[in-house]
């Protein structure tokens, strides 16, 4: 079972970008798929979730800027990022909390780089 993700890249403030993750392999259930972010010397954050019931978290700096969202047949989660600012900047990692048919565990993807310049 793996993560993959895309979708970073280099953008100016006020600018956007889409991040999308998708989970492969053998899964038998998906619990919550979202996104932690770690800026340059700081610690790793979350950024939003996503349960496989539609329910959504964010981080109180990105409420009313970003967006998840999932599509389950594709086992897939994608964050909207609009109206970004430099603080935005960092490696962004996708997550999820999956089942494979006999248990449950936490996997990471590989860090997407996100830079916003000023």
């Known amino acids: 079972v793996q993560l993959q993700a895309s979708g970073g890249g280099l953008v100016q403030s006020g600018g956007s970008l889409r991040l999308s993750c998708a989970a492969s392999g053998s899964i038998f259930s998906i619990s919550v798929m979202g996104w932690y972010r770690r800026a340059p010397g700081k610690q790793r954050e979350l950024v939003a979730t996503i349960t496989s019931g539609g329910r959504t978290n964010y981080v109180d700096s990105v409420k009313g800027r970003f967006t998840i969202s999932g599509d389950n047949p594709k086992k897939t989660v994608y964050l909207q990022m609009d109206s970004l600012k430099p603080e935005d900047t960092g490696v962004y990692y996708c997550?999820?909390?999956?089942?494979?048919?006999?248990?449950?565990?936490?996997?990471w993807g590989q860090g997407t780089l996100v830079t916003v310049s000023s």
């Open positions: 997550y999820t909390f999956i089942n494979d048919g006999s248990r449950w565990f936490d996997l």
